[in-house]
């Protein structure tokens, strides 16, 4: 069997923009700061925890709590909630990803895993 994995942002969604400012914006929320760049380039983990972790680090120069990343993540899920809800049809995907997705699962021997920071 092959496997194929697959990221979401920027590979099936175009998501990749407003997910990092959204990221910003929610730490810099969180924190009581200016916002962020929070342009995945910029860290050494590249995952959504990863970056959270390290701006925060940078910032107060203390590890972040358990209870501060998941105000953060909270923050985050209400502004892709509130931007679903203003402007539906930029969560669309990226063009032919599920014609894509579609022709690989009717490959013989052929398994998808889609993966996300």
């Known amino acids: 069997m092959n496997l194929v994995m697959l990221d979401i ?3 099936l969604t175009q998501s990749y923009e407003y997910d990092q400012e959204i990221f910003g914006l929610a730490i810099a929320e969180v924190l009581g700061c200016p916002p962020i760049d929070a342009d995945l380039n910029g860290y050494v983990n590249k995952t959504s925890t ?8 940078r910032i107060t120069g203390k590890i972040p709590s358990a209870r501060r990343l998941e ?3 909270c ?3 209400e502004r892709l909630e509130k931007m ?11 063009p032919g990803a599920a014609r894509f997705l579609d022709r690989l699962r009717s490959l013989d021997g052929a398994g998808i895993a889609i993966a996300t920071g």
Do not use: M, W, Y
């Not at 990863?50 to 680090?57: N, P, S």
């Not at 679903?84 to 049809?89: A, M, T, Y």
């Open 71 to 73: 105000e953060v993540k």
């Open 50 to 57: 990863g970056v959270t972790q390290e701006a925060i680090r």
């Open 84 to 94: 679903f809800q203003e402007s539906p049809e930029i969560f669309g995907e990226v």
């Open 75 to 77: 923050n985050v899920l």
């Open 9 to 11: 942002d920027g590979t």
